[in-house]
DNA sequence: CTTGGCACTCGGAAGTATGGAGTGCCAGTA
DNA sequence: TACTGGCACTCCATACTTCCGAGTGCCAAG
């Protein structure tokens, strides 16, 4: 029912009006690209893509701009990504290897991804169940308090202060750091609830409330969702957009921790770039933004997710070849750390 | 050679100008301040003032609006400090008793003060160089490479990747890590340097190229600036206020590392609150914008500080008393872990 | 030193042209 | 049947004008 010639008005349109920030009209249209067909055509084409629901006038006599739908079609049928230039790609390189910790890395990797994009970037740190656990430490603090630091495989700590409420020597600290490592080294995180089961049987009675203390910090680690970290970075960029007024609300919304978090969408496949125009967003506030987001993680295994956020009004083709390109690359930074 | 009613003028002029965001003129001051003179007589002082450079017209024959000046002049002289409320004080107490390490203190920290004063709140994470070692941790990753982190009495845990180009075997780093805890806990991270001084020559050759590599990297993370990690949160109170167009040249600064390390000037005492004005900021488009802090900390001793940037039109004494009040209470939490 | 009166200024809101980009429709042509 | 040129119409932006009123500075009188 859309011909041809009625997608390359489409992508046509998309393409001017991203560039333009401008509605375009059927002869500018026939100007800019060569149709070979008069604007009166182009204009019976438009009435059949408005009809549709792909296009849109803001008002009578005015030129036509992409809806979401029409957003959507062209990310779907119209458009390919972007492979960055090689001299992108070098950039990437040198720029992220520089980094000399996982809080590094995440933190060059957002900054990066918003200067490429010119939009706000986003990422999320590599999740705690979906890795493996290289080390545990228990220290000491105060009485009855003890320090419990998880060094994950990715090279991501986590910790967590404990109140024990019990006195604990130096040496019941240093058996139950022990048993711990021993119990769970190498394990994935996934496997540590059960791994841990039968733990306070293994210590002395009087080592034993101390124990179950850590256990349950230790798996409420695990699973408390809010602890799935996300950054973000080039907010500025929001401003040189013209959001209307939504601008605000964008803004609070990326303060939202909560909806940061559902931001990315779930994970797909890796290195699979996921597109979410306009309406298809989850939030509020979010309704004139779109997202671009990918999986990253080493080998097959995703372990978090990285993209970009900005007016629906953009360079789809050019900010999906920039994610990968970078989603690509941390993976490959990771794997070798 | 300003007398007390034109101190007086002054004062409502700043309150006035404050809560409504428009130049104040001689008649509506004399309606809303019982000054007991008429409108001719403030129009006298306000030209005074004028002149003296407090005061200024965005153009002729419209109300006055305060100068840079005008607010030194205010916060120094004309305002008190507004201590909280006892509701909004027991708000703080239980919001941040509820952290539990000290990543969640310090953004607990910054969200609560951003919402307190409706501004952009900046925190700086506690120092290491004041801190002492709690806990020297190494922990070996992958052939070549060991992790090093630092607990330190404040409850921060810094990381740092190490490349030591030689095999080590698990007993070496053992013996190295036991060999840095003896030598390390209880110091000053400040001290740390003279007392590594020797550890070279204390273990046995084949580990010294490889104690080498962990000493300069655990010396570099000591004095190494931008290890001063400041977070920020609340930018989108900023979108409210209409700062002209140097919005986004806000936002840019704010997303500056750098930028943001000045921000909250050199410590004074603890418990001062300092306050930046207008064009007495170093920084270039922070221009338009105040900047209140103080310094937190545990007993005598100065952490780091925090503080709020707002629009030079802001209210001061109500700002100053949150900053205050926040400040003193992370210093409370931090000595209680 | 303070006050009421007065002439003057000037920014902003509201109203009023005007031009041009764009549309829909229709009749004519290949 | 599909395309084209012509034409009347719509309506947003922009620029220009008008007008009001809050506010000022100055001055002479109290």
Redesign the pocket.
């Known amino acids: 029912m859309l011909d041809d010639?009625k997608l390359a008005v489409l992508r046509a349109i998309v393409e001017d009006y991203v560039s333009t920030n401008e509605?375009?009209?059927?002869?500018?249209l026939v100007d800019r690209h060569n149709l070979?067909?008069?604007?009166?055509?182009i204009?019976?084409d438009?009435?059949v893509l408005?009809e549709q629901g792909y296009i849109q006038?803001p008002?009578?006599?005015?030129?036509?701009i992409p809806t979401d739908k029409g957003y959507r079609l062209f990310v779907d049928r119209l458009s390919t990504i972007k492979p960055l230039s090689k001299a992108e790609k070098r950039a990437i390189e040198t720029f992220l290897s520089g980094a000399y910790d996982l809080d590094d890395v995440v933190g060059r990797t957002v900054r990066l991804l918003a200067q490429l994009t010119r939009q706000v970037a986003v990422v999320q740190y590599p999740s705690l169940t979906r890795s493996y656990v290289r080390h545990v430490e228990l220290v000491p603090v105060a009485t009855g308090r003890v320090l419990l630091v998880l060094i994950t495989d990715t090279g991501r700590v986590e910790q967590r202060l404990i109140e024990t409420f019990h006195e604990l020597s130096e040496e019941s600290v240093g058996h139950l750091r022990a048993l711990l490592n021993t119990c769970l080294s190498g394990l994935a995180f996934g496997d540590v609830p059960g791994a841990v089961s039968d733990l306070p049987e293994k210590v002395s009675p009087e080592e034993r409330p101390a124990a179950a203390a850590v256990l349950s910090v230790l798996l409420e680690t695990l699973v408390e969702k809010h602890e799935e970290k996300v950054v973000f970075a080039g907010a500025a960029n929001l401003a040189h957009v013209d959001f209307s007024r939504s601008f605000r609300d964008v803004l609070e919304a990326l303060e939202e921790q909560v909806v940061l978090m559902r931001l990315l969408g779930e994970s797909a496949d890796s290195s699979t770039v996921t597109v979410r125009i306009g309406t298809e967003n989850p939030d509020e506030g979010l309704r004139s933004t779109s997202v671009v987001a990918a999986g990253y993680g080493v080998g097959d295994l995703t372990l978090a997710r990285l993209g970009v956020l900005g007016p629906t009004r953009m360079d789809y083709p050019g900010t999906m070849g920039a994610v990968r390109a970078v989603a690509r690359y941390v993976g490959q930074i990771l794997a070798g750390s």
Not at 23 to 28: E, I, L, Q, T, Y
């Open positions: 010639r509605p375009v009209g059927s002869k500018a070979g067909v008069s604007p009166a055509t204009r019976n438009m009435a408005e006038q008002h009578t006599s005015a030129g036509r």
